[in-house]
């Protein structure tokens, strides 16, 4: 199934690569000391992409969904360079897309030394999109139908804009798609993510593509370095951000396994509630920032064992009466704060043992996983995980909401982390 809706992205983007080689192959190169100035910023650009995250996990910060946004901004400059050297640009649809794959391939090869996996999904996305803006943009410059409709000086930056949006529309479409095809999770939810992300990093590639084609077009190829530098400047800090971000999830991880350091719960219990508890938020429907917190308070959500006297027999909260489960969420809400958490975070923790009418979905999606591996380690075997989805499904009347239960039954059944 991966691979045949892949397909529908990767055969067009082919298709259209092939033909804009052999053109330009064909009919030689229009102002080559342009292309080569792209095509040198593509690469470099393509050099210094990001390995990208697990799979499992969102991206490394809000926003950076772009792991080679030198390049994007880059391709989509000479997509809708019009000038160059005081005269037509006059390079075409073909010869775009013959620069940005031949430069793309080449700035792969940095990539994959440093052990970057086979990533043919943003070639495929930056070949279709690259492509669908020079389609709107070089013929229309070329033939001066622009400037007969009116299209000039302000009306030219309003229609660049609206050009742009559709651009980064098609991008976020493709992007779905593409994770939709890979994971299984639900689209609306990716394509939610990636509009929002076109709100950071995707509103700076934007604009540095439109300055530097109309730099370019007023001063020269000496326009592309000087503004360049603030996307090149963005790129770092929002690494240096994504650092941070990485730092912190690893220290929530090692607060988790306290409890397993003590005693209190099963070696990776945890670990097990965060990654599961983050496939049924996916299938929920949660987008990234959700799904970040629900991750943070469901390795935590143990925490509140650490404050108990007498440890709760093999770590297992589920079958404690309700009482007893409310004070150790209180008590592990508490621990939270003063780890300095962010407050949905504790929240999410001293609120799990809650009747889950009154709870928000993350506390109710942490309290189903959590009882779901409890029960599991309590048998063996797949039986025991039907059994214990069943025991499940018995108690949604009072403990468990229908659709969380449905949820998990699904992530399942896909082959989901189940332990």
């Known amino acids: 199934m991966s691979r045949r809706a892949t397909a529908w992205v990767h055969g067009p983007a082919a298709v259209l690569a092939c033909w804009g080689l052999g053109h330009t192959l064909w009919h030689g190169i229009t102002a080559p000391r342009t292309a080569l100035a792209f095509g040198a910023l593509i690469a470099a650009g393509e050099a210094v992409r990001r390995i ?8 490394p910060c809000p926003g950076l969904r772009e792991g080679a946004p030198l390049g994007a901004a880059g391709a989509l400059g000479y997509a809708l360079l019009d000038a160059a050297g005081g005269g037509p640009a006059g390079h075409g649809v073909p010869q775009t897309v013959a620069v940005v794959v031949a430069a793309g391939l080449v ?3 940095p990539y994959l030394a440093r052990g970057g ?3 043919w999904d943003p070639p495929a996305r930056r070949v279709l999109t690259v492509g669908f803006a020079a389609t709107c943009c070089q013929p229309l410059c070329h033939t001066g139908a622009l400037d007969g409709w009116g299209a000039a000086g302000p009306l030219r930056l309003l229609w ?3 050009l742009l949006a559709l651009t980064a529309l098609c991008d976020a479409v493709l992007a779905a798609a593409l994770a939709r095809a890979r994971t299984g999770w639900p689209y609306g939810p990716l394509l939610r993510d990636e509009l929002r992300a076109l709100s950071g990093i995707g509103t700076a590639i934007c604009a ?8 370019v077009a007023a001063a020269g190829l000496w326009a592309l370095p000087v503004f360049c530098l603030p996307l090149l400047l963005t790129q770092i800090a929002f690494r240096r951000y994504a650092a941070v971000r990485a730092t912190y999830r690893q220290t929530i991880a090692s607060l988790a396994r306290a409890t397993e350091i003590a005693g209190c719960t099963p070696p990776g219990h945890a670990r097990r509630v965060a990654a599961l508890s983050r496939e049924v938020g996916r299938e929920l429907g949660l987008g990234g920032p ?10 935590m959500h143990d925490i509140g064992q650490l404050s108990l006297v007498d440890p709760v027999p093999d770590g297992a909260t589920a079958p404690l009466p309700p009482a007893e489960q409310r004070r150790i969420a209180l008590l592990g809400g508490a621990v939270a704060r003063q780890t300095g958490a962010p ?4 929240v999410i923790v001293e609120r799990q043992a809650d009747p889950y009418r009154e709870q ?3 506390a109710r999606i942490v309290r189903t996983v959590n009882a779901y591996d409890d029960l599991v380690a309590a048998a063996a075997g797949p039986a025991g995980r039907l059994r214990a989805l069943e025991r499940l499904r018995l108690a949604t009347a009072r403990d468990h909401e229908p659709a969380v239960v449905a949820a998990l039954a699904r992530v399942l059944a896909r082959g989901g982390r189940a332990g």
């Not at 990208?52 to 991206?59: H, K, L, N, V």
């Not at 540095?208 to 730099?215: M, N």
């Open 52 to 59: 990208p995250a697990r799979p499992a996990a969102a991206a």
């Open 107 to 109: 700035g792969l090869v």
């Open 117 to 119: 996996g086979p990533a």
């Open 160 to 162: 660049l804009a609206v």
């Open 208 to 215: 540095t593509g439109v300055v530097i084609a109309l730099a």
């Open 290 to 299: 959700d799904l970040d917190v629900l991750e943070h308070a469901a390795l």
């Open 343 to 346: 407050p949905e975070v504790a």
């Open 360 to 362: 928000p979905v993350t």
